[in-house]
Each structure stands twice: as C-alpha cells, then as structure tokens.
C-alpha cells in the first residue's frame, strides 16, 4: 500500500496569510497512462463530506477559489492557500490515486491565529 | 448534475449487520466505478473498496475482507455497501463515492452507531 504522510498536522494562519500543508507518498504516484501524477487534494468541513479541491497535483477543480493551487513532483507535494479566508478552515486531506487501495493523509487541520 | 444520496443514519449492536444503500442520478451509472470510504469519529478517511455496477465486479480492501458485500441495482441506479459482525469500532460516517480516478463526487454520508 502507498502511505501518505501528511505535514503538519494542524496549522494556525493569520487571516490573509499564507498557508502550505505538504504531503509525501511512499512511492511515486506517476501514472504513466496518463502522463500525471494521481493526488488529489480534498477539503473537508465540519458535518460534510470531501470537497475534492485539486486532481493531478496541481488542476483546479472547477468553481474552487484560485488562492487554492496545488504544486509537487515525484513523491513531494503541496498545498497552498495564498490568502488565507475564514471559510478556508476546515481539513485537509492529500490522496493517491495512483493504486488499490486508495489511501489518504492522516489530514492538515487550518485554523485562524 | 451528479448526485449520490445515502440512506439513513443506523444504530445497531454489536455482532448485527448494516446495509447503506446509494442512490445515484445525473450519470450513467453502470459508466463508473462506485467507491466506499468510511470515517470513524474525529478520524481520517478510510477506503473500502469498490464495485463496477456493469459488471459488478468488486474491489475489496483487505482490511475489510470476509466481512464486506458491495452491490448494486442498475434498474433503480442504486449501490449497496454491507458491513457484518459489526464491533464498536465500526462506528462511522460512511460514504459512497463515484470515481472518475479522483473522487469529485460525494453521497452525504451515513453514520452507523454500533453500541450494546
């Protein structure tokens, strides 16, 4: 199985700052068919379900803010939110899709400082 | 637009059985996989396999193998997920999820209560 590391665990940002949750992969999660890498970055907020916000490391999903942009190769990633907002807070997960089972990060809880 | 609804919240006992049912709309449903993901209280996100309404073939995690049966019904476009000899710590949000490789599409969740 693919581990997800996820780091750090929680984070606390000033509104308007910046925000970076990193998430490494025990293996690389490049597929070839498709010439991307499957991870996907999901936000969850209370008493919801996921909200996928990136595919393919780095494509916005459509309708999610631009301060959201996703970055990373081989077996590093990351998450950026650029402009903190008070909706951001929430959790945040990393995923493969790369192979079963399909596994996530341990999640990123954002918090307001 | 896509949209997956999942039945009702579920409290049962330990050693019982729960079905969650899935009712999709707004694709073709035997077109992709359907996926299950769970989360226990506080926790992260946790797969459970898949089935392939088509055909209906399964993918089961191992962790849940001998003790979970993925469904499905094409003519009503509804997936089913059942978890047998249920313990306490099956207590979970349960979600079905279409995949188109990532997860873009969400049911609502369905939490099961296992408590004596």
């Known amino acids: 199985d693919i581990v997800m590391t996820q780091s750090p665990d929680s984070l606390a940002v000033s509104l308007g700052a910046r925000a970076t949750i990193h998430c490494k992969s025990s293996q690389s999660v490049f597929h070839s068919s498709t010439s991307t890498h499957h991870l996907a970055w999901y936000q969850q907020k209370a008493g919801q379900p996921p909200k996928l916000l990136i595919y393919g490391a780095s494509t916005r999903e459509s309708g999610v803010p631009d301060r959201f942009s996703g970055s990373g190769s081989g077996t590093d990633f990351s998450l950026t939110i650029s402009s903190l907002q008070a909706e951001d807070v929430s959790v945040y997960y990393c995923?493969?899709?790369?192979?079963?089972?399909?596994?996530f990060g341990q999640g990123t809880k954002v918090e307001i400082k | 637009q896509v949209q997956l609804e999942q039945s009702g919240a579920e409290v049962k006992k330990p050693g019982a059985s729960v079905k969650v049912s899935c009712k999709t709309s707004?694709?073709?449903?035997?077109?992709?996989?359907l996926h299950w993901v769970r989360q226990a209280p506080g926790q992260g996100l946790e797969y459970m396999g898949w089935?392939?309404?088509?055909?209906?073939?399964?993918n089961y995690a191992q962790h849940f193998q001998g003790r979970v049966t993925m469904t499905s019904d094409a003519s009503i476009s509804t997936a089913y997920m059942e978890l047998t000899s249920l313990r306490s710590d099956d207590t979970a949000v349960y979600y079905c999820v279409r995949e188109t490789w990532f997860y873009a599409n969400w049911g609502q969740g369905t939490l099961v209560t296992v408590s004596s």
């Open positions: 089935i392939y309404p088509k055909d209906g073939g399964t």
């Open positions: 995923q493969q899709y790369h192979s079963l089972p399909r596994t």
């Open positions: 707004g694709y073709t449903f035997t077109d992709y996989h």
